[in-house]
C-alpha cells in the first residue's frame, strides 16, 4: 500500500530538548515536504526536498532542520524546541500534481 | 505568490442537503488547484484536482468543483450532503510553473446535521 508514515503519532517534550520526526514514503517520489497545522492558519510549508541532498526552507523555517540522505526518508528535527512549536506537523510527499500526507505528529511543547 | 481564500471557516448543513465550500485564489500564472479532506486525527486526502482540460472536474464521494477563471473561483460542492462528510476541507492552489509551492487555505470545517 503506498503511504507516508510519519512517527511518532503523539509527542509531548519540554523546552529545548532535541527531537526527531520521522517519515518515510514507499512511492519512490522524489519531493517529500514538511507542513505545520495551526487553527485559522491552514498549512504552512517548513521545509521542502526536491531530492536527495537537495533541501530548501519553506514560509516557516526557523527552529526546525530536515535532512534527505535518502530518497524515502525525510526527518524534520527541532534542535531546541519552543513552546511556539506546538502543533500539528504533516510530511507529505507529491507525485505528479498532488500530495500525499502521513497521518500527523501532534507535538507538545511545555 | 499564490494564495487561497476560503470563505466561511464553519459550514453547517443538514443531512441531504447541498453542500457548498467557496474557495477563491490568486495567481499570475495558471494554476493547478486542489480540495483536500481532513477526517479526524487523520492526514489530508486528495478529493479532487484540477490542472487543465475540463473545468468541472468530479472527485471522490460524489464531491466536484468548477474552476471558473473569470472568478478566479474553485467552488466545492455535493448534491446531498452525508452525515459522513463532516470534516475540514482545505482549498489549495499551486503554479504550475513551479510545483514545489503549494499554498493552502485556513480550512473550512463542515458539520452535518441529522
Known amino acids: 500500500e503506498a503511504q507516508v508514515t510519519q512517527n511518532p503519532r503523539y509527542l509531548i517534550t519540554v523546552t529545548g530538548k532535541k527531537l526527531t520526526v520521522t517519515c518515510s514514503q514507499n512511492?519512490?517520489?522524489?519531493?517529500m515536504s514538511w507542513y505545520r497545522q495551526d487553527p485559522g492558519l491552514g498549512l504552512r510549508q517548513i521545509y521542502y526536498s526536491m531530492n536527495v541532498e537537495v533541501t530548501d526552507k519553506g514560509d516557516v523555517p526557523e527552529g526546525y532542520k530536515v535532512s534527505r540522505k535518502e530518497k524515502r526518508n525525510f526527518p524534520l528535527i527541532l534542535e531546541s524546541p519552543s513552546p511556539n512549536q506546538t502543533s500539528l506537523y504533516f510530511c507529505a510527499s507529491r507525485g505528479l500534481y498532488s500530495l500525499h500526507f502521513g497521518n500527523g505528529t501532534r507535538l507538545t511543547v511545555t | 505568490a499564490q494564495s487561497v481564500t476560503q470563505l466561511g471557516s464553519h459550514v453547517s448543513v443538514s443531512e441531504g442537503a447541498l453542500v457548498l465550500l467557496r474557495c477563491n485564489y490568486s495567481s499570475s500564472v495558471p494554476p493547478y488547484l486542489f480540495w483536500y479532506v481532513q477526517y479526524p486525527n487523520q492526514g489530508l486526502q486528495l478529493l479532487l484536482k484540477y490542472t487543465t482540460g475540463a473545468t468541472l472536474v468530479k472527485g471522490i464521494n460524489g464531491f466536484e468543483a468548477e474552476f471558473k477563471k473569470s472568478e478566479t473561483s474553485f467552488h466545492l460542492t455535493k448534491p446531498s450532503a452525508h452525515m459522513s462528510d463532516a470534516a475540514e476541507y482545505f482549498c489549495?492552489?499551486?503554479?504550475?510553473?513551479?510545483?514545489?509551492?503549494?499554498?493552502f487555505g485556513a480550512g473550512t470545517r463542515l458539520t452535518v446535521k441529522p
Open positions: 489549495a492552489v499551486s503554479d504550475r510553473y513551479n510545483n514545489n509551492d503549494m499554498r
Open positions: 512511492m519512490n517520489h522524489e519531493y
